[in-house]
């Protein structure tokens, strides 16, 4: 059962990089698993390592001064072929949140169906979001998923952000598509007794 997710306080990664696709999110070679779990050492695999496997100091999953259950993306986060792993991946590795100024839509579905929250913000906002983590990376980013809000703790600046209700709801109670329904059978089992569909 995926967390439950309501008011996320947290510092953030900033990745600057638009296009971000889900063979870079995860590569194909390690999809051969079905679990959920286990891809997180494998996220952004060919841009963490080099091919010898030693760490890639520049990239920002590898900087100490950068952690946090928040990864700010540039636009179009999630492009190329449907891969329900990339959002496994960015929650195994410890992300509730990805923010991004758009998200391609299989990408956004899968990661809503996996626990994991896309944020769409403007393009404006998503600057002033990666300039303030660049600038200071103790920034703390509040995200109030009842009210539908992402903010920046110092300045207060912040933005609205939509999500589709059933979704929403979803992810404040931890629900997949099937806990749902499972939560729903009382008012099934009364609406059996009452319609004679027992």
Not at 93 to 117: E, Q, T, W
Not at 148 to 157: A, H, L, P, R
Request: hydrophobic share 35%; glycine share 8%; proline share 3%.
């Amino acid at each position: 059962m995926p967390e439950k997710l309501n008011i996320i306080e947290s510092t953030a990664c900033p990745l600057p990089v638009e296009n971000i696709d889900t063979d870079q999110i995860i590569p194909a070679r390690f999809l051969k698993a079905t679990k959920r779990e286990g891809f997180g050492e494998n996220l952004f695999r060919d841009w963490r390592y080099n091919a010898d496997g030693s760490t890639r100091e520049d990239f920002v999953l590898n900087h100490k001064k950068y952690s946090g259950k928040i990864l700010v993306a540039g636009r179009n986060f999630g492009c190329g072929s449907s891969r329900e792993h990339a959002a496994w991946a960015i929650y195994d590795y410890g992300f509730s949140v990805v923010v991004s100024s758009f998200f391609a839509d299989i990408f956004r579905n899968n990661s809503l169906n996996n626990g994991l929250l896309p944020v769409q913000v403007s393009d404006s906002f998503l600057q002033i979001l990666l300039t303030a983590i660049q600038a200071e990376p103790e920034t703390e980013i509040r995200i109030d998923l009842e009210k539908q809000t992402i903010s920046i703790g110092e300045t207060g600046q912040s933005e609205s952000f939509g999500i589709s209700s059933f979704k929403k709801l979803c992810l404040m109670n931890g629900y997949d598509d099937i806990d749902f329904l499972v939560s729903l059978k009382d008012e099934i089992h009364v609406f059996e007794e009452k319609t004679g569909r027992c």
